[in-house]
């Protein structure tokens, strides 16, 4: 009953905001969102910050972050306009995949402390009103995993049958594999098992049995566990992998879904805590989203929008927004509780492979020439900073993310605008700790060697890029994303709003408007190093003013109703229509 007086009430809202677009004239403030509402859609307005604990804040020198570190630097994020922190992986693992190899999913890895400095962190973000969410990486396990070693040294076991396994080698063994021209098989030989095993990702992480009842089971027994010690929400790994379907016979390239899993996972998490939410990694085609988000909202509640995300780095690299426009397009039909959530960099590669092989080469020719750069034969291993080189361009995307319609998760470091070492394998060349100081270490660690090197050599190194020096500076990109985000909070109409792309003569300029409960905004982004100028129709009633919110400047119509708008080289500006 509680479920559905909410959609009621949902749908009540967006009938508010679905008033005439001249009604966004009105100079007061927007009616309060029902409080109801805030709690259990909190992330249509929030920012979520992305934090992985082992390279943010060590504070016992044994070279590892820890959680006494994180909570220390609490009320820094808090500042930055944080509304949720999304952990990486913490629990105890051999670390050969920077803890997504989990060997304990109940407990907290040693290196980053204790249960009881888990509890203090979480005590000291509840008093911050920051909520914490936490990694589901349940598609597979460390082969360390006691259930993985008990399942291959015992055919009778009842933990053979939670991991997927083959007598013979299957025939598509080496199709699927999500990390290409690292990852050789998705199915390798265990000698102890005397079988093949199957894993998605690398050979010391083999997949669960996700259909066998038990490990839904166990995932289940985990999520209750985590939920009790006030976790927020879940970013759930792999959610394609998770729910598929596998079996010696199965094509990895084209599985089958069990989608009611995450419906059911869904509906699990609410009864134990209803604004609890599930924030899916999957990257897939807008044609596919629909069972993701599930019918009338009962599955992910967020999802990254990777599809929107690779044409966001194809318009950073050539300036054009067509098809950066036609992603959001393509991406806009969710249900009206769901939201995306939009990033610039994850922890990850930047995953290039829905784009054409022309335009990944322009991307590629632009933030990655260099072969060294890119990874999987499909992305680029690089931090935002040094691929975009330009400021103005940094900035324009920092707004841009802000400006979305959904809602912005920031990578540690990215606001600062940290770099990457290229000399670390894969993935690991963007995962290095957080520059707080030009002490030594960076202010991360005083240990002499850290769980990885701290840059400190070339334009990106700790003494030249640390969060100190960029708190002293008003200009910095730090204090730039600060007052972004708090822009972004005091614009509710961009998470909670109806709307549209408006079109410009300009091929470089992106217009996305926004209504809601009578007040209406209008973002402006020029994506070319040179000015644009162009008139615009913002389809209201005559009368109406554009007010800046960066600097107060005034827009007025003309004769015909549109507003001659001027853009700066990698500009951009957000107004308010007002009378």
């Known amino acids: 009953m509680k479920k559905k007086m909410l959609l009621l ?10 008033q005439p677009a001249e009604t966004g004239s009105k100079e007061t403030p927007p009616a309060p969102v029902p409080t109801d509402f805030i709690q259990e859609l909190w992330y249509k307005n929030s920012l979520i910050y992305s934090v992985d604990v082992e390279v943010f804040k060590d504070t016992d020198g044994n070279g590892f972050g820890d959680f006494k570190g994180l909570t220390q630097q609490l009320d820094y994020l808090k500042k930055l306009g944080v509304d949720a922190i999304w952990l990486a992986p913490f629990q105890p693992t051999p ?122 089971q166990e995932m289940r027994k985990i999520v209750k566990h985590w939920l009790d010690k006030g976790i927020a929400g879940f970013r759930v790994d792999a959610v394609p992998f998770l729910i598929e379907i596998a079996n010696p016979d199965f094509d990895p390239d084209k599985p089958e879904h069990q989608f ?157 605008g940290m770099g990457d070492d290229l000399r670390l394998k894969e993935r690991e060349s963007i995962r290095t700790p957080m520059q707080w100081s030009n002490t030594p270490q960076g202010g991360f660690s005083t240990a002499a060697k850290t769980v990885h090197p701290v840059i400190s050599r070339g334009d990106f190194q700790y003494a030249k890029v640390n969060v100190a020096a960029q708190l002293a500076d008003s200009a910095s990109l730090l204090n730039r994303v600060r007052s972004l985000a708090q822009l972004r909070k005091n614009c509710p109409e961009i998470g909670w709003g109806n709307w549209q792309l408006l079109p410009t003569d300009s091929p470089n300029v992106l217009a996305i ?36 919110l960066l600097d107060k400047a005034e827009n007025r119509p003309e004769n015909d109703g549109k507003y001659p708008i001027q853009l700066t080289g990698y500009g951009y500006n957000w107004y308010r229509l007002q009378k």
Not at 518 to 533: A, D, I, K
């Open 260 to 416: 009611d899993m995450i419906s059911n996972l869904h509906q699990f998490i609410q009864w134990h805590k209803s604004d609890a939410i599930l924030l899916g990694e999957a990257n897939v085609d807008p044609k596919e989203q629909e069972p993701y988000f599930g019918k009338d909202g009962q599955g992910m509640q967020t999802m990254f929008n990777f599809f929107a995300n690779q044409h966001l780095f194809y318009a950073l690299a050539t300036g054009e927004v067509n098809r950066l426009a036609k992603a959001l397009e393509d991406t806009k039909d969710i249900p009206p509780t769901a939201q995306w959530a939009h990033f610039l960099r994850n922890h990850d590669e930047i995953d290039l492979g829905r784009l054409s092989e022309t335009e990944r080469d322009k991307v590629y020719a632009r933030m990655g020439p260099d072969t060294t750069m890119q990874l999987y034969d499909r992305g680029i291993r690089r931090r935002l900073a040094p691929m975009l080189g330009d400021r103005r361009l940094i900035d324009l995307a920092y707004s841009l993310l802000f400006s979305l319609p959904g809602t912005p998760v920031i990578r540690y470091g990215e606001e600062i």
């Open 95 to 216: 670390n050969r995949d920077d803890g997504y190899d989990v060997s304990d999913f109940y407990g907290i890895d040693p290196h980053l402390g204790t249960e009881a400095d888990f509890a203090e962190f979480m005590q000291q973000a509840g008093q911050r009103n920051i909520r914490v969410m936490m990694d589901l990486v349940t598609n597979h396990t460390s082969d360390q995993h006691t259930w993985f070693q008990q399942a291959i040294r015992n055919p009778a076991s009842p933990y053979r049958s939670w991991y997927v396994w083959s007598k013979e080698l299957p025939k598509k063994h080496d199709r699927g594999m999500v990390f290409p021209g690292v990852q050789k098989t998705v199915w390798t030989f265990n000698p102890t098992a005397g079988a093949y095993f199957y894993h998605r990702f690398y050979d010391f992480q083999p997949d669960l049995n996700m259909q066998n009842p038990a490990v839904q």
């Open 513 to 548: 408007r926004y209504d809601w409960q009578g007040r209406s905004l209008l973002m402006l982004h020029n994506f070319s190093p040179n000015p644009q100028r162009f008139r615009l129709a913002t389809d209201t009633k005559a009368g109406l003013k554009l007010v800046s």
């Open 9 to 18: 009430g949902f749908g009540l809202l967006f009938a508010c905001q679905s």
